[in-house]
């Protein structure tokens, strides 16, 4: 019986051969094998979409390049670094600049033609061959960005690291990508590989030398490293510095500080790779590559050394901080980046970034920055401090630092400045970038002259100095030192003069109920927050922040200036390589306080050091140099909470100089420290008189202005004299009172009344009431101050 088609023992037989393992591959293998031909097709024709697309979209973003001319982009691409300097006033450098990489230029001729081979054995290695790119590593690259696999695979060609270099910016994006695409192959059109190849050895960074110095261009590379130049190198040493530039720092053998690192086994072992990529290229033998492996490199290396210019000095940061900031600020170097002045100057890391982007500007242009810091006078600052400085003392070995200004009242013009007792053991500059508590030295410049301008008070009117506690922490007692008031009213002089407390937070009470103060320190661009200035004990110098020195010193002498304010300045002028200006101060004076109010204030300061809290400051310039304490000084001491700052800031009509001493930690002071700054004070000021006399207007004076308003006052009320409304309904006659000359910038002493004064409960009136009693009449007799004897208020009568 023949079997036909479907008979079942057939049927049964095939399907126990269909499920055999053999089959299941078969299978598996042919669907697999038709997926991947389906895949491979998908991806082909994705790619040619993307590759399309790709192009397209490359085309679009280099269709707004601007390619510049061959005379353009060789300027560009061979564009090195040049020396700027600093100076003083005199003309005389301060410094070179120092820029961020030390860097020779050489000729082809001059470079070794084995560090030539092993940069490019190494670095591109196809170079004489593409046209400035290799498309399949550009592609290749960017499906390891897209993809994020295969990690970083390169792509970039010596032409491209040199156009990344010297052209473009260290912007990533696929426009700057295909920028530097075209300019690559551009570049390529129109040098030769040679002249290409000479630029990049030129313009790339290798690390660091001897000297811990930032290092660009091979020759220096090899004198920084090995003591020679570029065209003498051996084998090895050609091949270290070969690979140097595909991580500088990493592999250089230096620290910041030029001493030879502990560790140097990642410099050498990429030195056997280039030696090994030499030896692929056939570039050198067998026996030429294991005698430079086997060398023993290291003895080749320069021993540490110092840099031959010392930076490393408050002057310079100073000068380079200023010069940065003006140039961060004239460039408007972020503004190509849509930020704003006002979002740079509330975000101190975006300041920080393009200040140093300007200060790199500055580094390596080539330009000159002209400052007003008069050599003979700051170097006689710095000696000063130097054998001085022991008179403030320390503890624990660490020193009482101090910081000076010394400015030109009329201009702002800053002569010199001392920013710490030793650069070495702090570089923080104390003079501009410390910020601490003014202490008492807040009183003139924050109560006193605004009431005076306002016409809130002359100089004798009476302030209440009974026991009282801030408003805002009853629990605390305001404090004249260690008393708690005299239970009296004391006068806005004599407040000022001996520094007590209770009668200007009086005073500054009105002031913030007023709302007047903060717009005077505004003028002198005195940086405190609005909050600020609602605190109580903010006359006495409780801030949140502090001033600095430069900024007392700025307040001060707009007072010495007639209640003009310049800001405080040390640069004149920037030119460029060229001798353009692309800077230049120009005198801004603002207005601050009415001439009268300035030259009340300045005759009151005088009595500070006359026979206030200064007199230890005037005693000792007596005892150095009397011509120069018979100067017509005025000023302020000023002494924070827990003796931890003390100040003395004091004027002639010409200059004003300022020190603060305290530490950095904010340890506190001895309470003889107040003295020992004073004593301090006058040493150095003498110091810098005895070099530079002419700056102080030893034979000028203060005198009082015009304008002023010369009021008779009673000694009791401070007002003018007068019959009183006392609350008991009758008067006191106070006509025959004892009277004196009150000045005021506006509208004159009022008629004394039964709260005569600032500050003061109704129970203290009643007390002070209860003790007056009329002086005895008798002939008045001169006061030491002649007008005193006459009424002169030009509005009361």
């Not at 140097?244 to 250089?252: G, K, M, N």
């Not at 300045?602 to 007596?622: E, F, I, P």
């Not at 006399?693 to 030893?698: A, D, K, L, Y």
């Not at 500050?759 to 003790?771: E, H």
Request: no cysteine.
């Amino acid at each position: 019986m023949s079997l036909k088609k479907g008979n079942p023992r057939s049927k049964q037989q095939q399907k126990k051969k269909d499920t055999s393992p053999v089959f299941k591959f078969n299978v598996a293998y042919r669907v697999a094998g038709s997926l991947l031909m389906i895949f491979v097709l998908g991806l082909l024709a994705v790619g040619a979409v993307a590759a399309g697309t790709g192009i397209g979209y490359f085309a679009y973003l280099s269709s707004t390049v601007d390619v510049p001319s061959k005379e353009e982009l060789s300027h560009k691409i061979n564009d090195i670094e040049l020396i700027s300097r600093m100076k003083y006033s005199s003309g005389e450098d301060i410094a070179v600049i120092k820029s961020d990489l030390v860097r020779t230029s050489v000729k082809s001729e001059e470079i070794s033609p084995l560090l030539k081979q092993a940069v490019i054995s190494t670095e591109d290695e196809h170079f004489y061959e593409h046209n400035g790119i290799v498309p399949k590593a550009i592609l290749r690259a960017l499906v390891s960005d897209v993809t994020g696999v295969g990690g970083s695979s390169g792509g970039s060609t010596l032409t491209q690291q040199l156009i990344k270099q010297q052209v473009l910016t260290s912007e990533t994006s696929y426009k700057r990508k295909a920028t530097e695409i075209l300019l690559a192959m551009k570049t390529n059109q129109l040098f030769s590989k040679e002249e290409i190849l000479v630029a990049y050895l030129n313009v790339s960074p290798f690390g660091r030398n001897n000297k811990g110095e930032n290092i660009a261009g091979v020759e220096e590379a090899a004198l920084g490293l090995f003591g020679k130049r570029a065209s003498d190198l051996t084998l090895p040493q050609a091949a270290f510095i070969a690979g140097l530039p595909q991580s500088p720092i990493v592999y250089t053998p230096y620290t910041h500080t030029g001493e030879m690192k502990e560790d140097i086994s990642s410099g050498m072992a990429r030195k056997d790779e280039v030696l090994f990529n030499l030896y692929r290229d056939k570039q050198i033998s067998k026996k030429e590559y294991d005698e430079a492996v086997n060398y023993d490199l290291k003895a080749d290396f320069l021993a540490p050394a110092q840099s031959t210019q010392n930076t490393n000095n408050f002057l310079y940061n100073y000068i380079y901080d200023e010069a940065g900031e003006i140039m961060m600020n004239v460039m408007k170097v972020y503004e190509g980046d849509n930020i704003t002045a006002e979002e740079i100057a509330a975000d101190k890391k975006l300041y920080l970034r393009y200040l140093n982007l300007a200060k790199k500007e500055i580094a390596t242009r080539g330009y000159t920055v002209e400052t007003t810091i008069d050599k003979n006078i700051y170097n006689a600052m710095q000696e000063a401090v130097a054998q001085y400085g022991d008179i403030l003392g320390g503890y624990n070995g660490k020193l009482v630092e101090t910081g000076s200004v010394l400015m030109d009242n009329k201009t702002g013009r800053i002569y010199g400045f001392i920013g710490g007792r030793d650069y070495q053991k702090s570089q923080n500059n104390h003079a501009f970038q410390t910020r601490r508590s003014p202490a008492s030295t807040m009183k003139p410049i924050l109560g006193y002259a605004p009431a005076i301008d306002i016409g809130l008070i002359g100089s004798e009117t009476m302030l209440a100095d009974f026991p009282r506690t801030y408003k805002a922490d009853p629990s605390k007692a305001v404090k004249n030192y260690d008393n708690t008031g005299t239970s009296t009213f004391k006068s806005v002089r004599e407040s000022l003069k001996n520094s007590y407390n209770i009668p200007v937070v009086n005073l500054y009470d009105v002031l913030r109920e007023q709302g007047v103060a903060k717009e005077y320190f505004d003028k002198m661009n005195i940086n405190l927050t609005d909050g600020e200035y609602q605190h109580e004990s903010l006359i006495v110098g409780g801030t949140d922040y502090g001033l600095t020195v430069l900024e007392q010193t700025g307040a001060f002498a707009t007072l010495a200036n007639g209640g003009v304010y310049n800001k405080g300045y040390s640069i004149t002028k920037i030119t460029d390589k060229d001798g353009n200006v692309v800077y230049e101060h120009k005198e801004d004076p603002v207005r601050v306080f009415k001439p009268a109010t300035a030259s009340i204030m300045n005759d009151m300061m005088r009595d500070v050091l006359q026979s206030g809290t200064g007199t230890a400051a005037k005693n000792t310039l007596y005892s150095v140099d009397n011509n120069l304490a018979n100067a017509d000084w005025v000023g302020k001491t000023g002494t924070s909470e827990e003796y931890k700052d003390y100040w003395f800031t004091a004027s002639t009509p010409a200059i004003t100089m300022s020190s603060w001493i305290g530490y950095d930690d904010g340890t506190i002071l001895s309470t003889s420290a107040g003295h020992s700054n004073m004593v301090y004070w006058a040493y150095v000021t003498n110091y810098v008189y005895q070099r530079a006399p002419e700056i102080f207007g030893v034979d000028q004076r203060f005198e009082l202005d015009e304008s002023v308003i010369k009021s008779t006052v009673s000694t009791f009320t401070g007002e003018r004299p007068g019959k009183v409304q006392m609350p008991e309904n009758y008067t006191k006659d106070l006509s025959g009172d004892k009277t004196t000359t009150s000045y005021y910038a506006v509208d004159g002493a009022p008629q004394s009344s039964y709260r005569f004064g600032i500050g003061g409960t109704d129970a203290d009136y009643k007390t002070v009431w209860a003790k007056y009693s009329p002086p005895v009449q008798r002939k008045k007799k001169a006061d030491k101050r002649p007008e005193n004897n006459e009424d002169k208020d030009k509005k009361d009568d």
